[in-house]
């Protein structure tokens, strides 16, 4: 197979409590170098935690996988200084078609609304992305990232956990405040703690290939159902860097997924679908099947489960990876206050509260997708051709075209953290939703709202306010057209901002409460609620 | 008045959901036999003549422009 990747091998290093036998305390021990664990590790690092990762391998993602990056995540990754980059160099795309049999259904553009810093979506290879993130981890003063680290064994106390490590040195402990598990849908960890893991499998097998062809395809999202290259089943094509392209077949039940695999079979099959002229090489092949599982509960004990290891959705949508990096967002700053002793340990379960509802929320658009590009019975097959066949003249069909939906952001509109609005408010920032980015101007300069929002509660404010302090937590005061300058007006039309409103903002850019002038008392309430003090 | 051809269904996925997980433990028939009972209850909740000769209409145009032997 063809590479446009070199796989980097990262040193394996014996860490000094290893070598003198001295049992340390860490305060937070991540397990599982990938995306999400090293997002979380380095928003840990941004609160000012000192973390351990623990990694079994010593490279990236074989084969590019996750492909998809929302812009929420980006927004994310951009609080920790390498969302531009992705940006950047990531494929940004717009317009979605589908096919059905041989002809164009329906066509969507993802329409993002101008005037945010990131993009709506980039397609950006998973090892790209982790190379990136391992760089940053290395720049990190606070983040110690250990491969060749395999956790065996974990003991979940009152107020720790002890981890049996192997290296290739041999088997040490460790002991932890806090564990994250990011080990990814297999999770050992949650097999190690006996949580439960369950939902739905689906009966279907997809075969995932990566190809490296110079084709003069757009830079589009293709979705094929029952296509002439590839009867009764589905296909996705999907622009990636470097001339690399995502394709996924539908294989159904029946196959055989270390036959589908071999080059043999594959190649013909991409064949047919580029046509006979289209040169490509077969970069990376997998054959899967998917589930959409979520775990018990996201805390056991003293170990914290994020990403693929706490929740697994099927591809359509980009649910996978775009999510767990939200559940880093979520998590973080409510373990910060914890371990600080600023914040009880109710706040902490808050982030089941909230991720879990989240997750569901994924689950029941993932699985929709699935139930729609893999109908379970004759009947649902023809309603789906059903839909297909009217969406190609009929408008009202064409929503119901469902080949994933792509990832957006579930706001938390029933958490324990909000405050009801007492005042009517235009506009979709209900408390429990995440921030809008708007361009704003900064000392003459321009610059954008959510990276003036700093790293912890904040009062964004369109008049006066003054600065709330609850359990020596403060809510800082960002006032517009005094710190920062809505030239454009886009600040007050997303946040409805007349004179006097204020908006008390979390520390992972959530809306907590908001009211239409500024009463200290009441943000003094509602920052209490908003750390689980009442 | 016209035959609604707009979007006109709100949280559609739900809806879409909805439709297919009631034809949950049904043989092929029961379904069938669902669906054209469903036509006929909507049918009768429309009860305007104009709207719903243009639905059959544009249900028997539409099904007759795929060519044969595709529907499933």
């Known amino acids: 197979m063809f590479q446009t990747y070199t796989y980097p091998e990262y040193a394996y290093r014996q860490s000094e409590e290893q070598r003198s036998g001295q049992v340390r305390r860490h305060p937070a021990v991540v397990i599982g170098a990938g995306p999400i664990g090293m997002t979380q590790a380095l928003d840990f690092a941004e609160r000012g935690i000192p973390t351990v990762i623990l990694d079994d391998n010593n490279t990236v993602s074989v084969g590019s996988r996750a492909v998809c990056y929302a812009k929420r995540p980006l927004e994310i990754w951009d609080r920790l200084g390498v969302g531009e980059e992705f940006a950047a160099k990531g494929i940004q795309w717009k317009v979605g078609k589908v096919f059905f049999r041989d002809e164009l259904a329906y066509q969507f553009d993802l329409l993002p609304e101008a005037q945010h810093k990131m993009p709506a979506m980039i397609n950006y290879q998973q090892y790209h992305l982790e190379e990136r993130l391992v760089k940053a981890c290395d720049d990190s003063s606070l983040v110690d990232l250990r491969w060749k680290h395999k956790v065996l064994a974990i003991d979940n106390r009152d107020d720790h956990a002890v981890l049996t490590v192997e290296t290739p040195d041999g088997i040490f402990k460790l002991e932890a405040d806090w564990v994250v598990a990011a080990d990814g849908a297999n999770s050992d960890t949650r097999r190690m703690i006996g949580a439960d893991f369950t939902g739905q499998f689906f009966q279907d097998r997809f075969l995932i290939a990566d190809v490296v062809m110079k084709a003069d395809f757009p830079t589009e999202r293709w979705f094929w159902f029952d296509p002439p290259f590839h009867r009764n089943q589905s296909v996705l094509l999907h622009k990636q860097c470097d001339n690399v392209w995502r394709i996924d077949f539908q294989l159904g039940w029946d196959a055989d997924p270390n036959e589908e695999k071999k080059p043999e079979n594959v190649i013909p099959r991409i064949q047919a679908m580029l046509g006979p002229d289209v040169e490509f090489e077969l970069e990376w092949v997998s054959v899967y099947q998917f589930a959409c599982r979520r775990i018990d509960q996201f805390r056991h004990g003293r170990v914290i489960f994020v990403g693929d290891a706490a929740h697994q959705v099927s591809p359509f949508g980009a649910r996978g990876a775009n999510t767990g990096v939200q559940d880093c967002d979520n998590l973080s700053w409510k373990l910060k206050l914890v371990m600080d002793g600023m914040a009880p340990l109710a706040l902490l379960d808050t982030y089941h509260e909230e991720r879990a509802y989240a997750a569901d929320d994924n689950i029941g658009h993932s699985t929709r997708a699935t139930d729609f590009i893999t109908p379970k019975s004759r009947s649902s097959l023809r309603l789906r051709n059903a839909v297909l066949e009217l969406a190609r003249t009929e408008p009202f069909a064409r929503p119901l075209v469902n080949s994933g939906r792509l990832s957006t952001p579930t706001p938390y509109l029933q958490s324990s953290l909000n405050t009801p609005d007492s005042d009517p408010f235009e506009g979709l920032l209900r408390p429990g939703t995440n921030c809008a980015d708007a361009p704003i101007r900064k000392k003459g300069q321009d610059a954008w709202l959510l990276n003036q929002l700093g790293q912890g509660f904040v009062l964004l404010s369109f008049g006066p306010a003054e600065p709330v302090t609850v359990h020596g937590v403060t809510a800082t005061v960002l006032q517009v057209g005094r710190d920062i300058e809505d030239a454009q007006g886009i600040v007050a039309q997303r946040y409805d901002g007349q004179p006097g409103t204020v908006y008390l903002i979390r520390p992972d850019q959530h809306v907590a409460a908001r009211w239409r002038r500024f009463d200290a008392a009441q943000v003094q309430a509602a920052l209490a609620r908003a750390l689980k003090l009442n | ?72």
């Open chain 2, 1 to 72: 008045m016209k035959l609604i051809r707009e979007p006109n269904i709100r949280d559609q996925d739900l809806f879409y959901a909805e439709l297919i997980n009631s034809q949950r433990d049904m043989s092929e028939e029961q379904a069938d036999m669902a669906i054209a009972k469903l036509a006929l209850i909507l049918a009768n909740h429309i009860g305007d003549r104009t709207v719903l000769s243009e639905a059959i209409a544009l249900a028997r145009d539409n099904t007759l422009a795929t060519p044969q032997g595709e529907t499933a």
